[in-house]
């Protein structure tokens, strides 16, 4: 897939990561010791897309759509099943551990849940310390000088060093995790759902906060989140995931005015606008039944169950991800 | 005019923790009319849940304590009347909703003993009328295959399904108050638009009144009549869904309302958060809550709480200087239109 021609803004020399045909399935076996029937849930299900120096994509999806899945295969922290992962030319999958190592440094996660993703017995200094003691060669006073300028571009105060998790809010706490992952200069940030876990009034101070970061270090961003709103306001191009598949992919201003897959389209028109009157006037699609498990992926379209537009030929055959007449990337039979 | 079905005045609850005393709900009023959708907005910690537990009778007490104000309902007042008359009003005229659908049904019984249990408590029909009135209930939630979810345990069904069992349990007996506690914040967007548009049904087909506790501005923007946003235990605002969205007063719903990342908003923009963090309960003091964190904040806002400030019947906020038109009511006199005493009182106390 090439994805490249869709954004003007970043060369298609400048591609940072690029991921050919992800594929990870998950086997899961039931029944008893004797009759055990062994299944594969295919979590993420041939995912191709690139990411370039700088760019934030935006990755969108309801929950088990593989969009998780697919930043964690990324980062090594799952073994994808087959596929390509490659960052600055290297393939990532074929690299054993040590190989690794130089790459933890260049590609780097924050995490949903800011309550679970910092070791309550450890003080702020140490947390932050961490990935530059093993990453870096850094001296101790070295380190103890990076980490109070850490905690300034996260807006937080040097005071706070010797101070325990639990002493913060879930926003300071995200911005503990946003200054860990910034710690080792990395080139790429996978953030998995960086705000969902906030409240809306702090959501956009960290929103902001990423920006603030890309602005001035230039690291490019995979921003996973479910929430279509906040995707669009940091996003340059945006993929929607449906399923373990990329079922739509195109700049973001692009993407929201005008979607092509019957999926983007529902999925867009079921987010509450916070103004009534446009509210209640607007056309809704409302999407019936729910999503398939993905232990048994439909034949054909994987959206086929849903869509309000599937005609025969969709429970057949697999619509494959290609480009449309706004330039964007759509995997439907039907989209123009 | 529609007859007012539910008077909350002046409630206040607090728990007392080892960190002190949390004033959790902090001298809220409201009423909730006949047929009317009313949202309750607010942040963790706002008292959103904590007002309508207090309704249901359903907070842990101790640590729990109610310390001044009345719920009304039908001529009693729900703190007051005995335990046993509450259980019979608890669930059968008011029937709540929990968020978490994952976590409210009990994982061991299937969910028709659940759903029969509600009618073997509060109803005289016998097992046969009941199976029927459930099974009624979950078709005309639009269930599929209604009959075989009715068999199932809660595990093999998807969120989605459960919060609508958890929707149709409420609905059994036809109560006329319907408290929502953030009923799709657990859910995805399809599915939240599917529940969403089975409460809008509900309130329109049976009349049900709906209270609706969420922090999604967007969910109120589509569904409530009137909306009560709440900050730190205390009211911010109240007023219909117009006075709330294109009349604000406060600064609180101001700032919510231009911090949200909307779909309307292009691509790259800066939001405008509200700086700071929401208020430790321990620590409020008798001034406006939102103060530290507040643009217009002056010397009166950091030592004195605000009255409620009447803006035309039905909209007001608690508030020294209000955003948007007119003339800010900072004087006194214009803040005290439509209080009770016994509030007023308190601040002259402080």
Redesign the interface.
Known sequence: MNAAESSKQFAAADNLLQVKDLKVQFPVSRGGFFRREKRVVHAVDGVSFDIRAGETLGLVG??GCGKSTTGRAITRLIYPTSGEVSFEGHDLLSLDRSELLPFRKKIQMVFQNPYSSLDPRMTIASILSEPLKSLTPMSRPERREKIASLLEEVNLSPKFLNRYPHEF?G??RQRINIARALSVSPKLIVADEPVSAL???????I??LL?DLQQKFGMAYLFIA?????V?????RVAVMYLGKIVELGE??IL?ENPKHPYTQ???????????K???QRK?I??K???PSPLQIPPGCPFNSRCPYAVERCFVEVPPLRRVSTGALASCHLAQ | MKKSLLQVSDLSVQFKTDQGTVRAVDHVSFDLNEGEVLGIVGESGSGKSVTCLTIMGLLPMPPAKVTSGEIRFQGNDLLKIPESKLEDIRGKDISMIFQDPFTSLNPYLKISTQMMEVLATHSKLSAKESRKRCLEVLEQLGVSEAEMRFNSYPHQLSGGLKQRIMIGMSILLSPKILIADEPTTALDVTIQAQILDLLREINLKSGTSIILITHDLGVVAGLCDRVQVMYGGRLAERGNYDDIFYRTRHPYTRGLMESIPSLEVEPGTRLKPIPGSPPDLTQLGDFCAFSPRCPRAQEICRTVRPLEAVDNPGHSYECYFPVGQGSPPASRPNRAASMSSSESSEVHLS
């Not at chain 1, 409240?199 to 101070?205: E, G, M, P, T």
């Not at chain 1, 479910?226 to 906040?230: F, Q, R």
């Not at chain 1, 529902?266 to 009534?276: C, G, H, Q, T, Y």
């Open positions: 309801e929950s809010s926003g300071q409240d809306v009034s702090i959501q956009a101070q929103i902001n920006h479910h929430d279509l709103s906040v669009k306001t940091l996003s340059h973001t201003r929201y529902a999925l867009m028109s079921a987010v509450p606008i916070p103004d009534p446009k509210e209640r809704r409302i999407l039944g729910e999503i």
